[in-house]
């Protein structure tokens, strides 16, 4: 099954920066939006950041002002920068795409990259 494809995770230590890439593939004609998620050991799934199609761009509380999400339309890849990272941030992060290609509504999840943040 067609899924994006997530890079970038890996250990970092607190105060570090991280900066995750998601592509979409290629018979992708339209983004309605794209959002990155992450999910902690024991604890649910929860919206980091969203990218709506027309470029605003929308976060969380508790990454406002550390995270930035991006996109670069022509490689259908959306990217999140994340700064100041604490040992908090520790997560499984996930992409997900909200858009159609030329027959259907599409709807895709990453694989998920891992997140550590620790000395």
């Known amino acids: 099954q067609v899924q994006l494809v997530e890079s970038g995770g890996g250990l970092v230590q607190p105060g570090g920066s991280l900066r995750l890439s998601c592509a979409a593939p290629g018979n992708i004609l339209s983004i309605n939006f794209m959002d990155w998620y992450r999910q902690a050991p024991g604890k649910q799934r929860e919206l980091v950041a969203r990218?709506?199609?027309?470029?605003?761009?929308n976060y969380a509380d508790f990454v406002k002002g550390r995270f930035t999400i991006s996109r670069d339309n022509a490689k259908n890849t959306v990217y999140l920068q994340m700064n100041s990272l604490k040992p908090e941030d520790t997560a499984v992060y996930y992409c997900?795409?909200?858009?159609?290609?030329?027959?259907?509504?599409?709807?895709?999840w990453g694989q998920g990259t891992q997140v550590t943040v620790s000395s």
């Open positions: 990218i709506i199609g027309g470029g605003n761009t």
């Open positions: 997900y795409l909200d858009g159609a290609s030329r027959k259907q509504s599409v709807r895709l």
